[in-house]
């Protein structure tokens, strides 16, 4: 079944305790092709010093210009 991008859904991801272990789980979620397949958007919710390092300098710079958005909520 093909579903088209229209019908997709923003996913809001909130990553976990910055000192656990959510933020690395979260980083090789969005890694996988199947998982950015989901949705149209993910907007991942929490600290962008702890999510740009549970990604990587080069992996965070590759998703801020594609369908990631990283917010901050304080």
């Known amino acids: 079944m093909h579903i088209l991008p229209t019908s997709k859904p923003r996913i809001f991801i909130t990553m976990g305790d910055p000192a656990g272990?959510?933020?690395?789980?979260?980083?090789?979620?969005?890694a996988s092709p199947g998982i950015r397949g989901l949705a149209v958007f993910f907007v991942i919710v929490g600290d962008t010093d702890v999510i740009k390092k549970a990604f990587g300098p080069e992996r965070a710079g590759e998703l801020f210009s594609q369908r990631v958005s990283f917010e901050n909520p304080g």
């Open 21 to 30: 272990i959510g933020p690395e789980i979260m980083a090789k979620s969005l």
